[in-house]
């Protein structure tokens, strides 16, 4: 099943490439970050390469990872540290500008309960995971130096046990920490030994997923207290997935939400598959196609907009893209939230009567859109009949009208 | 569709192990690298290249190993003549990061029971991590000295900030023809991780630890 591009944004500095979104759904926008050290917000409505938000000086050099801290605040972090960013600002300064006493790299962003963390690159024989409160960012929470021996790629607070904080690193080892225990010593609850962690992610409550540098993908047990006894399941190793999965020459990421972004950078291809979470098992008879995606360049990042059926990718060939979804992906409630559960992957979740008629809506206008967009000629006109439209719905159906004053174009 | 013929990977390794083995025989038992040399790679922005391989002959055999087990799992280590401690063994260093430091350096890898596992970070603290030689599980029913040697059969690369990657793939006694097939195996994969595959390949060299070295692409 394809999916159409309903916009594309070109990045306006030469080779420069695109590698992080991460989406504000309260104000319908999402930012990019990107290889030349800028952030971009651009809207989801109201299609337009000029950006709402801009700092294209935002770090030294490129961005390695941006976390979304609150619907107003992104975090950031690069060379030259980790950057707290107030997106309604217009000034181009960080709230808050945070690094160790190294200076080093910081690799990857975990945010949760008022806590962020970063955690470096190996310099010399320490990786660093540090900890601030953002309520009061001049001084470190806590620091874990001493747990991995090379750069820490990924970050994640549990989403409900507000103590447990997990780290992924190349050095192939997942580690989860228990806040409460003052001591780094002692603080170390789990370590799981896979491989070269790419991303890992609490998929549930208690199932932690790690997809490697090798395109391999394994679901672990988050391990209870009770050292002694093992009473966890064994982990589901999916092994090489490049093997099991069609035109499968590298992983995008794996969603908790629900999907999986594969890619074929040789073959031009990228493909969106629904996950079962619970499952553990890629849909594969439900593809969804990017014809050309980011043409011979891989795909760096790729976010399904919940409730709108489209889909954002971004690439190194510099761009970013608007997709429209053939199909509405059921996407899992966020953990910790209780969700009705309905039987097949096709229907709806039912969470709001008003929401769903929102979308019903939504449907039947992005329908209708979708007829017209046929012909280039006539694009241009109905971006503009879509912007009237959109403005028009947007205050109609809108709780908040200040979101769409608040990003100001320059 | 690889780029290196096994024919003329053939050659070179038959050159290079007349070398090692004939031409200049050391005292020691000679390590076989595979060296790849990358091009237009960005280790700042490109994604991370790293991993394991596990290949079909060991190719360091003098690795050495302890098994952290229980009582089942110590019996066999001793009868497959792999030193091995158990639980009490390990609570007895009581958490001493000199200790544990100095316990692993002793030894290349290590290996505990699958029971175990979920102990061995609150028995040995983060150390070990540290040192990158956290254990790798066994159940009681896998064969230990099969797990023994996956441990030892396989290798690590790393990309870091030079463009340049270094495996080893086997050693100066091994079969000619096994060699070959090591080589192939470990560049094959390697490529295929590339996102440019071949593109990103500048060079393919093979090397014994005190020889020269033998261009394979």
Redesign the interface.
């Known amino acids: 099943m394809r999916s159409s591009v309903l916009f594309d944004w070109q990045s306006s500095t030469k080779d420069n ?1 695109v ?1 992080n979104l991460e989406l504000f759904p309260s104000s319908n926008s999402f930012i990019a970050s990107a ?1 030349d050290g800028s952030l971009n917000g651009y809207s989801l409505v109201n299609h337009s390469n000029t950006p709402i938000f801009s700092i294209p000086k935002a770090h030294e ?2 961005i390695n990872s941006i976390k979304k801290i609150d619907e107003f605040t992104l975090a950031s972090c690069s060379t030259d540290g980790v950057k707290v960013w107030d997106l309604r600002s217009l000034s181009q300064s960080p709230i808050h500008s945070l690094t160790n006493a190294k200076s080093s790299n910081f690799l990857s962003l975990g945010y949760g309960h008022n806590l962020l963390a970063g955690g470096t690159e190996l310099v010399g ?1 320490d990786a660093e995971l540090h900890i601030w409160d953002l309520r009061n960012p001049q001084e470190v929470v806590r620091s ?1 130096i ?6 820490i ?1 990924c970050i994640e607070f549990h989403p409900t046990i507000s103590n447990y904080l997990m780290s992924g690193s ?4 997942v ?1 989860v920490y228990d806040l409460n225990e003052q001591d ?3 603080a ?4 799981i ?1 896979y ?2 962690v ?1 991303s890992c992610h609490f998929t549930s409550e208690k199932r932690i997923s790690i997809l ?4 391999t993908l394994a679901f672990y047990e988050l ?1 209870d207290t009770n ?2 006894v ?1 009473a ?1 399941p064994e982990p589901n190793d999916l092994g090489d997935v ?1 093997s099991s999965w069609p035109d499968c ?2 992983v995008v990421d794996l969603n908790p939400a629900g999907y999986v972004g594969v890619g074929a ?2 073959q031009r291809k990228l493909a969106l598959f629904p996950f079962d979470i619970q499952q553990e098992k890629i849909d594969l008879e439900k593809p969804v196609w990017f014809a050309d995606a980011h043409g011979d360049e ?1 795909v ?1 990042d790729l976010v399904v907009v919940p409730n709108t059926q489209t889909a954002l990718t971004c690439g ?1 060939d510099g761009h970013i893209r608007l997709w429209k979804l053939p199909y509405e992906l059921t996407p899992s409630a966020p953990i910790g939230q209780k969700v009705d559960k309905t039987e097949g992957e096709a229907s709806d979740i039912e969470v709001d009567s008003d929401s769903e008629s929102e979308r019903k809506k939504e449907k039947k206008e992005k329908k209708k859109k979708e007829k017209k967009e046929k012909k280039e000629k006539k694009e241009k006109k109905d971006k503009k009949d879509k912007k009237d439209k959109d403005k028009k719905k947007d205050k109609k159906d809108k709780k908040k009208k200040k979101s769409d004053v608040r990003f100001k174009p320059y | 569709m690889s780029k290196i013929t096994s024919s003329h990977v053939r050659e070179n390794v038959h050159k290079l192990l007349e070398f090692s083995n004939e031409t200049k025989k050391r005292n020691f038992l000679e390590t076989v690298e595979l060296q790849v040399g990358l091009k237009n790679y960005d280790p ?2 490109d ?6 391989l596990k290949l079909p002959q060991v190719p360091r055999p003098n690795m050495t190993l302890c098994i952290f087990g229980d009582a089942f799992d110590v019996d066999r280590a001793k009868s497959v003549g792999v030193e091995a401690m158990s639980v009490e063994d390990l609570k007895k260093l009581n ?1 001493n ?1 000199k200790l544990i430091k100095k316990l692993a350096k002793k030894y290349n890898a290590f290996i505990a029971s ?2 175990l596992i ?5 028995l040995l ?3 070990l ?4 030689k ?4 066994v159940s009681h029913n896998d064969d230990l000295y099969g797990k023994v040697t996956d441990v030892k059969s396989t290798i690590r690369f ?1 990309l870091k900030k030079v463009l340049c990657l270094a495996v080893a793939v086997g050693n100066v006694e091994m079969e000619e023809d096994i060699l070959v097939n090591q080589i192939m195996m470990a560049a094959n994969f390697l490529v ?2 590339l ?3 071949w593109q990103n390949v500048g060079s393919l060299v093979i090397k014994s630890t005190m020889g020269p070295s033998f261009r394979i692409y």
């Open positions: 490439w590698l290889s050099s490129s024989v874990f001493d747990s991995h021996h090379d750069d790629t190349t050095d192939g080892y580690n780094e010593d002692d170390l609850h789990q370590v030994n491989a070269s790419h490697t540098h090798m395109e391990n050292y002694e093992i966890e490049r020459e590298y950078n040789s891989v760096r190194e | 700042q922005r994604k991370r290249f790293s991993g394991t958490k990061k699958e029971v979920k102990q061995i970070p609150r603290g983060p150390t991590s540290k040192a990158g956290f254990p790798t599980p790393q295929s991780l996102k440019k595959n």
